[in-house]
């Protein structure tokens, strides 16, 4: 399953320029909380008060599934916990379902569907 065509908008504008720097956008308040990028207050204390960060980079898988196509082809669906905390959904590329465990090592990568299209963020294992 290929990531489908995205296109931005203004609620998504600048989450959308941070994945064409090849940066996985989270919000962080004051009190070092960090939350999705489509929060509107800190999940954890509530401020409103927030700035974009860079993630770091890597997570862990939560759950996984496996999605069948059409022809075969199988894709692996994650739940993963970001280290910086927040969960994200996604999948995971260059790897086989069965190599895929809840606890296995992420990292995150970048996925367009054509040339027109955002870069999406996406996993391979790390």
């Known amino acids: 399953m290929r990531v489908g065509p995205v296109r931005r908008d203004e609620a998504t504008a600048a989450f959308f320029d941070g994945t064409a720097r090849s940066e996985r956008l989270l919000f962080r308040c004051p009190?070092?909380?960090?939350?999705?990028?489509?929060?509107?207050?800190?999940?954890?204390?509530?401020?409103?008060?927030?700035?974009?960060?860079a993630a770091a980079g890597g997570a862990s898988v939560v759950s996984r599934s496996v999605a069948h196509q059409r022809g075969g082809d199988r894709d692996t669906l994650v739940v993963a916990e970001l280290d910086e905390g927040p969960w994200w959904w996604s999948k995971v590329i260059g790897a086989e379902p069965e190599q895929v465990a809840a606890g296995a090592?992420?990292?995150?990568?970048?996925?367009?569907?054509?040339?027109?299209?955002?870069?999406?963020?996406?996993?391979?294992l790390a």
């Open 31 to 53: 009190a070092g909380h960090f939350s999705p990028p489509y929060a509107q207050q800190c999940d954890t204390c509530a401020s409103v008060d927030l700035v974009s960060v």
């Open 105 to 124: 090592r992420l990292t995150v990568a970048f996925e367009r569907a054509d040339e027109e299209s955002e870069a999406v963020p996406v996993f391979r």
